[in-house]
């Protein structure tokens, strides 16, 4: 966590064993969990249909996700006020992000998007390949042109 104390910005460093192992994404979507701060909120828990992800009693406890459980669904990505939940997933032949996204206009299907990385720097292009809508926040999914960049971009807008 060295490096989101000073910048305030998560690395992959930081996220170490919170995030799913290869071969489970290589079986299909699974979520992860970018949420380290301790503030009192679980949204995340409540909604997981399957019981995947667990804060407990203490409210200010970050979530723990069971990734074994996840089934990559998707609700959890869409109630969290953070916005701090992704998919992830590398069972196609191309790896697949999925973001929690409340800029308007939402991209369509098929549109070409810009990758942005958690600091808001500009990483390429994806296509997105499903929308769909979670009361006022959108969840996308896109197609990345490289493996890397499943742990890089957590956020996309559409090309100015
Ligand atoms: S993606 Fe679905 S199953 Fe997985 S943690 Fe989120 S709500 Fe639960
Ligand atoms: S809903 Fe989001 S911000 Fe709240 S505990 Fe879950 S991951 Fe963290």
Not at 70 to 74: A, F, L, N, Y
């Given at each position: 966590m060295a490096e989101f104390r000073s910048t305030g910005v998560l690395s992959v460093d930081d996220l170490e064993g919170r995030t799913p192992p290869r071969e489970r994404l290589e079986r299909g979507p699974c979520a992860t969990i970018e949420c380290v701060e301790e503030?009192?909120?679980n949204p995340c828990e409540e909604a997981c249909p399957v019981g995947a992800i667990r804060v407990g009693d203490l409210l200010t406890n970050p979530p723990e996700l069971d990734f074994e459980r996840?089934?990559?669904?998707?609700v959890c990505v869409g109630v969290c006020p953070g916005l701090a939940i992704f998919l992830l997933d590398l069972s196609g032949v191309r790896p697949r992000l999925t973001v929690p996204h409340e800029l308007f206009p939402v991209p369509e299907n098929g549109e070409e998007v810009e990758l942005l990385s958690r600091e808001g720097k500009a990483l390429g292009h994806g296509k997105v390949v499903r929308t769909r809508r979670a009361g006022t926040t959108w969840i996308i999914t896109v197609e990345l042109p490289a493996e890397e960049l499943l742990w890089k971009v957590r956020a996309i807008r559409r090309p100015r």
């Open positions: 503030i009192p909120c996840c089934t990559g669904c998707g």
